[in-house]
C-alpha cells in the first residue's frame, strides 16, 4: 500500500469518526449535527441569505427548509425579506440563536482541543500544506 493509499484512507476514516463524536456531542446537548453547523455558521455573519447558507451547508435548498423551519419555531432565527428581491429570505439569528451558537462554539472548541491534543503545531501546518494542495488539486479539476 502507497503512502497516498493510507493518507486517503485514514483521512476517510478520521473524517467519519469526527462527525460521529461531533454528532454524539451536540445530540447531548439536544441539537442535530446539521442544526449546530447552521447556528455556527450564522454565528459567523450578521445574516445569510437561504442560498448561501445552503451552499456553505453543501446541501440543496429544500433539504434546508425544514431545517430554518424547526430553528424559526425554537426561536434560534428569523427569516427577513431581502431588499429587491420577494423571493430571497435572509437567516438572522435570534437573541437565543446567538446564545446557542455561541453554545456550540464552545462545543466546537473543546472538541477541536481533544482531537488534535497530541498533534504538534509543525504537524499540524504541514497537514493544512496537504489539504490546501488538495483543495487546489479538486477545483482544478471540476
Known amino acids: 500500500?502507497?503512502?497516498?493509499?493510507?493518507?486517503?484512507?485514514?483521512l476517510w476514516k478520521v473524517n467519519r469518526k469526527m462527525r460521529t463524536l461531533f454528532d454524539a456531542r451536540v445530540r447531548a446537548e439536544g441539537l442535530t449535527l446539521p442544526r449546530a453547523r447552521a447556528l455556527i455558521l450564522l454565528g459567523k455573519k450578521d445574516c445569510m441569505t437561504q442560498t448561501e447558507l445552503a451552499d456553505a451547508l453543501e446541501i440543496e435548498g429544500p433539504t434546508l427548509v425544514p431545517l430554518l423551519d424547526s430553528l424559526e419555531k425554537q426561536g434560534l432565527i428569523q427569516r427577513q425579506p431581502v431588499d429587491g428581491d420577494r423571493r430571497a429570505k435572509q437567516?438572522?439569528?435570534?437573541?437565543?440563536?446567538?446564545?446557542?451558537?455561541?453554545?456550540v462554539?464552545?462545543?466546537?472548541?473543546?472538541?477541536?482541543?481533544?482531537?488534535?491534543?497530541?498533534?504538534?503545531?509543525?504537524?499540524?501546518?504541514?497537514?493544512?500544506?496537504?489539504?490546501?494542495?488538495?483543495?487546489?488539486?479538486?477545483?482544478?479539476?471540476?
Open 1 to 10: 500500500m502507497t503512502t497516498k493509499t493510507t493518507f486517503f484512507d485514514e
Open 91 to 103: 437567516i438572522a439569528l435570534t437573541p437565543a440563536g446567538e446564545e446557542q451558537a455561541a453554545h
Open 105 to 142: 462554539n464552545r462545543i466546537v472548541k473543546d472538541f477541536r482541543c481533544g482531537v488534535l491534543k497530541d498533534a504538534s503545531e509543525d504537524d499540524l501546518k504541514a497537514a493544512i500544506r496537504v489539504f490546501h494542495a488538495m483543495a487546489r488539486n479538486i477545483e482544478a479539476a471540476s
